[in-house]
Structures are given as structure tokens and as C-alpha cells.
């Protein structure tokens, strides 16, 4: 596929990823699981689920939705599960009484083809945009995340996967992405390991010709600024409400887009449009609004879906306000870009 | 020559059981004396099972905990229990205690109790006296460390917790029949406040008696105050993070506990390797050497944890047939 260009609104408004199931979604899932259901009835309810997730995007105004990560349970395993060479011992412990499925590599990793392309083409078909954003776990979280016993070490462990994610990325492309968001919550977890992190986020999105967005969170970014310019992607898309928009000076030098997280997902209380209004005010001190997109935090996937679909239309709607202003100005309408650098 | 064992430290992953047991008490299904006494049952089965193992010194498991703070701050006065905190460099999260007045212990604690109940087991199993029962608590250091406490130093919070909770409740615990097991990863995490883990060292040292534990880094760069502790305590260490075991020997730690198991990965160790690791600690001096864990079994899940323990007897068994011993 060749990269096309799209028209977009200033300040585009797009999500993280993730969205609340809708609660007969979780029951079918049970009972899915309890055998009551056909893989293809399961499959049928992804689909609709995903209809009514992007329904929700539309009413809310997101310029460019996702499919909420409805076939996900968890964001390694849903790709641990799809590559070759990861086993299931029983779930870990992550706090209190929640427990996570860490796979352990028992074997050299393969790709047995394309994990999330599926997912893309129906989205595709089904949305009311021009553009969707398809995320995947990056190669450093993956790694991290999972129980090494077959590589001599983490770095190479990453580095297979970078290779394999990779591989899905360009099938990504080829089944006509055009924007696709690498998620690694754990990148700057383990400061000593930052330099080959990065390298490994850089293997991973390799000679791919369309935009790649990273979303990092509840992370130290002063661990970041570093390497800004050594990412090879075009947007960092990181959480901000969720730290009352201080240590907004991390982002000076930084010379790339940013999806700017202007709602707190993991706070039940939804925030007012005057609120996003100014955070899009303070942040553009820092970066240009021509290179800036509009975003949650993070993924809405914990808060109950009645409150994620009001945050993301105060998310929008304190855009707006802020696009008023510009468009006095004379900025109205910016391009997507697949860029490394911005402006 | 040496004296051989094998041991557990600290927690045991929840198994689908015991999570069922807690997760029917977070929603209201039973009270908390029906889970205490659903627990209290788990515990007694997963006693059998360390016993049962081989293993000479362990916990209960801490089916009870959900880190190695709480509830334990749930029981003490002057604290406040606060949102989710990354657990070092885990993808594991505690509830951090808020300091809001000194910490004091309050009477109504339930650990003592606890602990007691597991030297029931003990004694009904015919154990008692020949295997060691533990209770893990964090170390003044960890848990001052892990405070947030408005102009508060850390310093001033690790005389604090170890005047008002720790020393106190190691005290009862010794009463008891229990064993204090300190958790201190802190004083291997950050060596620029080693001059503060002196004095959170010493404070432990002076109830003469325990296993003091560290984990995640490396623990040779505070030997000297791991020699401290004294001939009361057994010294455990990890070894899979690069511990130089014939250092802590050499630098007068006469009982070690080699942290060699890996919680933190699922593969499984080699007993030749672990074998030939415990004899050359023994040859350096080491007094009494135990093969251990070198950190919560809590990272695994809990059918690897199982092989791991079982593991450990077998090391154990091996040491003592080799050493004649
Ligand atoms: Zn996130």
C-alpha cells in the first residue's frame, strides 16, 4: 500500500486504544468460555461490540477512532498467544487480588503470521472515518513482561520480538494502515536498559512507510527526553491530566509530534471541557498546534463505559474551544504525517 | 563442617483457591471469619506441603498478604493506606502507607496470631522444633523508604516504624515461636543512603535474632553491615542478581542463605550448579548454608512455584547425602 494523504482538523482527536467492554460483551465472553457459545457466535460479538464501540467514538466526536481493543484481554498475552514459542504456566499476581497471564518464552519466537490485521480490516470496514489507529505492544513491554528462558538475555529476547513486530506492522501496511500506535508502558521502567529499549522500538517499526505514533505512561519522561530524536516515530502520544499537567517542561526540545493525554482515566470524575481547553492552552507553550493530537491518558478500558464515553466527549468538546481560537489565526486543518520530526 | 537446609523466603503465589477466597471477601460473599477460617486451611495444607518438600525454615506463605506491607499498615496507628506503588522494578504494585503521626502498632494486630496458628500446624504435623516458622516483615529501611510522609526524613521514619511497629511486633512474634524474617531490599537498591541502612542494620541486629533478607541488586557493596547482624541472624542473599555468596563468608557472615532459586523466572535452576555453589560456601565457612529463593515466589505463577520448592528439598537432600552431613 502507498501512504495517502488525510485531511484533518487541527488538533485531531483520537483515543489511546482500549475501551470499556460493554457489559453483555463480558457475559457472552463468559459464557463463551463456559463453552455455552460457537467460535463463530464469539466472533459475531466482537464484531458488533466493536460497531458500538466505534458508535460511541462517532457521538463523541473522535476524528480518529479504534476498535477499543474489544478481542484483547491484555495487551502481551492477546500477542504472546499469537506467536509461536510462548507457553502459559497460570497467572501472576500484579497487586491486591489482580492477576495478570505472564507468559514465559520456552522457545525460539516465530511469527505465525499477522496477530492484529483482522482486526484492521474490519474496523476499516465498519468505521465512520477516514483514518483508524491500530495499536500494538511494543517489543521492550513484551519482553518485560514475560518470563525469559530461552534467550541468553532480555536485550536479544526484545529484539526477536522487535523483529516480529515488526513483520505485523508491515502487514499492517501492506492491508492498508496508515497509523499505527506502538504501546510500551514499560519502556522507561528499567533505566539502565533505556539505550537498547529504544533500539529495539526502532527495529520494531523499521522501514515502515506509514505513521507510527509510541504511547508511553505512567512513566518518568525525564528518562525519555534523552531520545527523543533517536525514536524513529513520528508521535509520542503520553499521559498528562493523570500528573495535573505539571512537568510539561519534558517536552521542551522534543521535536516530534505529541498526542497530548488530557483526561485522567483512572479517575471516575469527568472533567470539563474548560478544563481540556486550558491544558491544549498550557501544552502549546510547549509544542506547536500544528503538531499536536488531542487524547485520553491511556487506554479507557477500567472505567465503567458510561463515564469513558462522557470523558471523551468533554475531550472533544474542550478541543473545539481551543480550534475557535486558532481558527482566528488562520489554522484550521492540518495533514496527518508520518514525519520523524515536527514541525 | 556445615550444617545443610533448605528455604523458603517470604510470600507463595496465591493459588486459583486462595484467590477465589479473597476475591468472595473483597465482594462481600463471606465475612472475615469465614475467610480466616477458609484461609486459616489453605495455610495449614500449604505448611504440609513446604514440610512435606523438605524444606527447614519457611513462612506460611503469607496466603493473607497482598505485599509485604500490607495489611500489616493496616494495623497501626497514625497511617494512612494510599494508592498503588510500583514495587521496585516489578510489575508488582503495593498500597504505599501514608505517614500522618508516629506509627504506633495497634493491640488489635492480628499477625501474633497468625504466626501462632502456624505453630499449631507445626505441632500437628509433629514438626515442631525441628523446622523453622518465619513471619516476614518489611525492614525499617524498606518500609521507611516506601512512606510518603510530608517533611518527614527517612531517617527520622526508620526510628519510627522501628520503635512504634516493628520492634514491638518482632518481639510478640518471637514469643510466639515465630521467627522474624526482615525484607530489606532497600539497603541493596539505593547505596547513596548507605549511611542511613547502617543505623536501619543495627536496629534489626538488636533483637539478636531472625533471617534478614535482601533482593533485587547485588549485596556485596554493604557486606560490612550484613557482618553486623551477628551470629543471631542467617543472612540471605541474592544470588541470581550476582550476590558474591564466598564474599559475605569471607567478610564474617557465618549463616547464609543463598538466594538461588530464581522467583523471577520460570526456568528451573540446575541442582549440580546449586550443589557445588552451597559446598564451596561451606568450604569458605560458612557455618550453616541454606538454599533458598532469592526473592517472592509471589512473581510466579503459583504450579512453578511449587516445582521450585519441591526443588529446593531436593537440592537440600543431594547436599546432605554428598556431605554426609
Ligand atoms: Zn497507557
Known sequence: MVWRSVELPV???TVIGSYPRPKWLREFIAGYRERRYKEEQMREAFDDAVIAVLNDHREAGVDIPSDGEMRRDEMVEYFAERIDGFKFYGPVRVWGNNYFRKPAVVSKLRYKGPMVVDEFLFTRRVTYSEVVKV????????ADWSF????????DLAFEIARIINREIKALEEAGAIYVQVDEPALTTHPEEIEWAIEAVNEAVKGVNIKVGLHVCYSDYGILRPYYDRLNVSQFALEFANRGFRDLEVLKGLNKELGFGVVDVHSRRVESPEEVAAAIRKVMQYVPPECLFINPDCGLKLLPRRIARQKLRVMVEGTKIVREELKRKGLERVELRKELTCP | MAVFGAALIGSYPR???VATIHRKLIKGVIGMEEFERLIGAETERLIGTFVKAGLDSFTDGMLRWDDIFNPLIRFVDGVEVNGLVRFYDNNFFFRAPVVKSDPSLKDSEPITAWCRKGVEVLE????????????????????AS????????????IDKWWSGVLEPLTKDLIKGGCVPEFHEPEIVWDLSRRDLWVKAVELVASVNEGWYVTYFRPADPVVDMLARLGEGFVVAVDVVSGTDAGKMVSAGVKRLALGAVDARNTKMERCRALVSLAK????????EVFVA???????????VARKKVRFLGRVKRRLVRESGV
Open chain 2, 146 to 157: 516506601a512512606s510518603i510522609a510530608e517533611g518527614e526524613d527517612v531517617e527520622d521514619l
Open chain 1, 11 to 13: 488538533l485531531p482527536t
Open chain 2, 293 to 303: 529463593n532469592n526473592t517472592l515466589l509471589d512473581f510466579l505463577p503459583e504450579p
Open chain 1, 135 to 142: 495499536t500494538i505492544t511494543g517489543p521492550y513491554t513484551i
Open chain 2, 124 to 143: 500437628k504435623l509433629g514438626v515442631k522444633g525441628q523446622v523453622t516458622l518465619k513471619q516476614p516483615l518489611p525492614g525499617p529501611a524498606t518500609i
Open chain 2, 15 to 17: 493459588s486459583e483457591k
Open chain 1, 148 to 155: 525469559n528462558e530461552y534467550y541468553p538475555s532480555k536485550e
Open chain 2, 280 to 287: 564451596r560456601v561451606a568450604e569458605d565457612g560458612a557455618e
